[in-house]
């Protein structure tokens, strides 16, 4: 045998095979970059919902079959449910605008919420996302498009239209009785 000098370990023969040693690197470069993959997915869904959950508008989000996946701050607050809640029954305009797509894909509706409050609301309703993938193959059933509905409460509109229609209203009655009395 060798003379080993300091530091170095003398083996009689190679712990592993250069074959071994190159399936091992390879795997790990592969499992580094899976988890670099998903971390980045992470992070952009973790900005996004943040995204979401700042906005005024209430946003919904369901699967090809209208299936809700989620929905933002702003939608609870609109419509007086709790987010497992609405998950697991929507109500059933939500339902229907989100399994059947709307003619138009924008409008203005009446919803009753989950407390039974009349709301007028403006109504949006998009894809997400897309069917094709790069080279047009048709991607898996998890890639496919979202249906987002995008909702916007109509009420203060409303009020200050009414306030508005009132005070013309008011407005005529007294100039009549202007007229009238001269």
Request: aromatic share 8%; proline share 5%; hydrophobic share 35%.
């Amino acid at each position: 045998q060798g003379v080993m000098r300091p530091g170095e370990l003398l083996l009689p023969t190679p712990l592993f095979r250069p074959q071994a040693i190159h399936l091992l690197d390879h795997l790990c470069g592969y499992w580094y970059q899976q988890r670099k993959a998903a971390f980045a997915q992470q992070q952009t869904e973790e900005t996004l919902e943040s995204v979401l959950e700042s906005m005024d508008e209430s946003v919904l989000v369901a699967d090809q079959q209208g299936l809700l996946l989620y929905v933002n701050r702003a939608a609870i607050q609109l419509l007086g449910g709790r987010r497992q809640e609405m998950i697991a029954t929507p109500l059933p305009t939500i339902q229907r605008l989100l399994k059947y797509e709307p003619t138009p894909s924008q409008g203005e509706i009446t919803i009753d919420n989950y407390k039974g409050k009349r709301l007028p609301v403006h109504y949006a309703y998009r894809y997400w996302g897309s069917l094709r993938g790069e080279g047009n193959e048709v991607q898996s059933e998890e890639k496919q498009q979202r249906r987002v509905l995008i909702l916007q409460d109509r009420s203060h509109q409303a009020r200050v239209g009414a306030r508005e229609q009132y005070a013309a209203f008011q407005s005529g009655v007294a100039e009549m009785s202007a007229n009238i009395l001269h």
